[in-house]
């Protein structure tokens, strides 16, 4: 008999059971790019994002390569985000004249931006900006 080969008073480990349906979940792309945003955010572990989700890690990171290869947008952060401006003594103003433009300096970056810039395209270079610091 094989009866003394399993020992029924031993513990056993972690059990789970679902019920109901099994089928494949749909995600929105809306939601791929909030969890995809929330795993790059500073100091988190992926995998812990895709438990929390229910998620293969694989399959979170498959997402987050297609965000890498543009064919997935991320969601925009909702805070506003502030920069320190310091204002300099004004240069005379020389014989050529110049459109207005705005300097800004932070991480060690200097970013120029001219009179009538795409307000959308700043918004994303500054988060690129964040991201390195």
């Known amino acids: 008999m094989v009866d003394h080969i399993v020992d029924a008073s031993a ?24 969890i995809v945003a929330e795993s790059h ?3 988190v572990i992926v995998s812990e994002v895709a438990r929390r989700y229910d998620l293969m890690p694989q ?9 890498r290869d543009g ?6 952060d909702a805070a506003a985000m502030f920069v320190p401006v310091v204002m300099a003594a004004r240069k005379p103003a020389a014989a050529k004249p110049s459109a207005p433009s705005i300097t ?10 001219e009179c009538g810039v795409e307000v959308g395209w700043l918004a ?10």
């Open 11 to 34: 513990p056993r480990g972690r059990v789970e059971i679902r019920s109901g349906i099994g089928r494949r979940r749909r995600w929105s792309d809306a939601e791929k790019g909030r």
């Open 41 to 43: 955010a500073p100091g």
């Open 59 to 67: 399959h979170l990171f498959s997402w987050r390569k297609a965000a």
């Open 71 to 76: 064919r997935l947008a991320l969601a925009a």
């Open 104 to 113: 800004i300096e932070t991480a060690g970056v200097v970013v120029r931006v």
């Open 124 to 133: 994303d270079v500054l988060r690129a900006v964040k991201g390195l610091s």
